[in-house]
């Protein structure tokens, strides 16, 4: 032992976490140039993968023609729509659900029971019920969401802290003030976050849909260039994908900010 | 407004097993303008009590009373409580609000009550913060603007200094004792921290251990306003000793003495 004695180390230092974005860029660099390197090798045939500027390359030319635009315009059409659907009648038997103990007895067991089925499985009934047109596409992306943001909501409603609904009623509320005015934001962050989950599986059922049955959309785009063996735009198409994904739960993360101020 | 509980007692129901007996039969009166403290050991039935004058909770026998003139819809009971309860999603001024919105006030004198009140707590500057940009001390005088703004009749609350350090509390004790002085409200306070009961309060009423019935009501006669030199004197301490005795067991029968 030194002279100044033993001095008292951090042992909880590497519980510490720092962020570092550029990490994150870092290695979507290194993957894009590896992808780069092993198509330009020829270790592997342009086929099965070509090096990514190509794809980039094909890409800017149906970007060009304007091809991307009208996939993507139509894939978001029916995102946003059956999204609206989903998650607009979600958040309205959540928060019945939440609220009322016999609404919930007569509905949560039914809930419960079609929940865990795939909704690509019922996509074949929404088409012979309403058709090969947008209205089953639709339906069928309103019903994926529709789960998630309905049994978030519920638990939101449930969750709510009753010393809350307490001080409301202290404070001269009646049963419906003490609905909108606390029971709704203070299950806003549950509900975001059944809304989250709902984005997720929008984009998974809308690629799904565009393939089964569809003349537009990324999804079409991507099966359509398979059939046709043309790696690039298939390539390009989920490159797509990826950039609506981002995009939409960025879109997600802004409204939330602004309408959950108070959460740091 | 005057209020009196009569014969209030609770049991709560389990679902297996026996009930619990929280609050033995407790009859007494608050005076318009007077400010009791309710003092007693942990698990004595104190917030539940307070929560059955609040009508937050039917009481097994019994019944709360209120007398005087009509508060035009103003509450006659408002709570600030042992977790404040303060909305999360509104501002300091929102939460303050929320009771102005409930009684119908017109939008533009709803902000300038809110901010007056605010600034009688000493909360100026801090009207757009939201609580957990608080420190305690300060979601404190929140949470006692925001029930005030509904100027009730009776002011409930619910050891609201509690988890406030020593030198916040003893601030936060002045600042209450000078808002009452200020607006002459009829308060009930919980606590069980018998100096700030005695420093706060024109009475004192002593609740036993579970279930809680009425061991002794105490007269404090103390000057007003209350300044924290009180706190030294003989007469003061006196009462703390008493008051320490009566919560130990030691002496005083249910007859309320000067009650
Ligand atoms: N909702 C409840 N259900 C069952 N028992 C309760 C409930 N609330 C309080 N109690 C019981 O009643 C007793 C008194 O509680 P409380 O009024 O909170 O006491 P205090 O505020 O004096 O500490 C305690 O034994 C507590 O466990
Ligand atoms: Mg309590």
């Known amino acids: 032992m030194s002279r100044e004695g033993t001095v008292v180390r951090d042992k909880a230092g590497f519980l510490e976490r720092r962020k570092d974005r550029r990490l994150g860029v870092l290695t979507v660099l290194v993957v894009l140039g590896l992808w780069e390197a092993v198509g330009r090798s020829g270790w592997v045939s342009p086929f099965f993968l070509p090096p990514l500027t190509q794809v980039l390359l094909s890409g800017w030319e149906i970007t060009r023609s304007g091809e991307v635009f009208s996939h993507l315009a139509a894939s978001l059409w029916r995102i946003g729509s059956g999204f609206a659907v989903g998650a607009g009648l979600g958040v309205l038997l959540g928060v019945a659900l939440g609220f009322s103990q016999k609404a919930d007895d007569a509905i949560h067991p039914l809930v419960a029971a079609t929940y865990p089925v795939p909704k690509i499985a019922v996509l074949p009934l929404l088409i012979l019920w309403l058709g090969i047109g947008e209205a089953s596409k639709v339906a069928v992306i309103g019903l994926g969401v529709f789960f998630p943001v309905a049994i978030n909501a519920r638990a939101g409603v449930r969750n709510v802290d009753p010393l809350l609904v307490k001080a409301a009623l202290s404070l001269g509320s009646g049963r419906w003030g003490v609905v909108r005015k606390v029971i709704l934001p203070a299950s806003l962050p549950m509900i975001f976050a059944g809304l989250k989950l709902g984005v997720g599986i929008a984009l998974l059922l809308v690629v799904t849909a565009e393939m089964i049955a569809a003349e537009s959309g990324v999804g079409f785009l991507i099966l359509s260039a398979a059939d046709l063996m043309q790696t690039t735009r298939l390539l390009f198409g989920i490159m797509l994908l990826s950039g609506l994904g981002l995009f939409l739960s960025w879109l997600l993360g802004r409204v939330e900010r602004k309408l959950i101020p108070w959460r740091g | ?259």
């Open chain 2, 1 to 259: 407004m005057r209020t009196v509980v009569e014969g209030v007692s609770k049991a709560y129901d389990h679902p297996k097993g026996p009930q619990t007996q929280a609050l033995g039969r407790v009859d007494f009166a608050i005076e318009e303008g007077e400010f009791v403290a309710l003092v007693g050991p942990s698990g004595c039935g104190k917030s539940t009590l307070l929560n059955i004058v609040a009508g937050l909770l039917a009481p097994s026998t019994g019944r709360v009373r209120f007398h005087g003139a009509s508060l035009n819809g103003r509450p006659r009971t408002a709570v600030v409580f042992q977790d404040l309860a303060l909305f999360p999603w509104r501002s300091v001024e929102g939460n303050v609000r929320y009771g102005l919105e409930e009684l119908g006030v017109a939008r533009r004198d709803r902000r300038r009550r809110a901010r007056e009140w605010l600034a009688l707590v000493g909360l100026e500057g801090f009207e757009a913060h939201y609580p957990h940009q608080l420190s305690g001390g300060m979601k404190q005088r929140a949470a006692i603007a925001r029930a005030l703004a509904v100027d009730p009749g009776l002011l409930l609350m619910d050891e609201p200094f509690s988890a406030l350090d020593a030198q916040t509390r003893m601030d936060m004790q002045l600042e209450l004792s000078r808002i009452y002085e200020a607006t002459a409200k009829s308060v009930l306070y919980i606590t069980h921290y018998i100096p700030e009961a005695v420093f706060l309060a024109d009475r004192v009423i002593v609740l036993t251990g579970r279930p809680g019935v009425i061991r002794e009501k105490v007269r404090v006669d103390l000057p007003r306003p209350r300044e924290e030199r009180i706190k030294v004197e003989p007469r003061y301490v006196e009462y703390l000793e008493r008051i320490w005795g009566l919560v130990r067991g030691v002496g005083g029968a249910a007859e309320g003495t000067g009650s």
